[in-house]
């Protein structure tokens, strides 16, 4: 008599986060919202703390400048929408409003009290890459964030060919 095994399925592995977005209201305290839900989402899809610290700010940059800037109908508040992309050692986060001007990167005030012209100086100083986007429901800024990227030692120096 041969002996029967039962065989069980194996649990089912739960898939990486790949992309979600939500939608916020155009009000200041939509800023910090949207930081929670960024900051749920960073952690299913387990990147660093680092990285999750930079995009927190990076993002609050961005919905700040959503908020101040993109035109209100009257008597309505506006908002934006927020994308994230998770990649294999790095994110995409694109903020999308109804502002058609493009952003403008300025120097920051001298003025220790300013804090307006910041935003853009902090998303070009800490993202590995930034800028504009088009999409069918019309232009966004967004900024990618990457980790474990090895770092070259010493400077590649090409091999010189024999007999040359």
Request: charged share 30%; net charge positive; proline share 9%.
């Amino acid at each position: 008599m041969s002996k029967r095994t039962e065989s069980f399925p194996e649990p089912r592995r739960r898939l990486p986060l790949r992309r979600c977005s939500f939608r916020f209201a155009g009000r200041p305290e939509s800023v910090s919202e949207a930081r929670q839900w960024l900051d749920r989402r960073i952690a299913l899809a387990d990147a660093p703390e680092e990285t999750a610290d930079t995009a927190r700010l990076l993002l609050s940059e961005l919905a700040t400048n959503s908020v101040q800037h993109s035109p209100r109908p009257p008597g309505e508040l506006g908002g934006f929408s927020v994308r994230v992309f998770f990649l294999h050692d790095w994110l995409r986060v694109e903020v999308h409003d109804a502002s058609r001007r493009p952003p403008v990167l300025r120097a920051a005030s001298p003025d220790a009290m300013d804090e307006s012209g910041r935003g853009l100086v902090l998303v070009n100083a800490l993202a590995s890459r930034w800028g504009r986007f088009q999409s069918v429901l019309g232009p966004g800024m967004f900024f990618e964030l990457r980790w474990d990227v090895p770092e070259l030692l010493t400077p590649v120096v090409p091999l010189q060919r024999k007999g040359r």
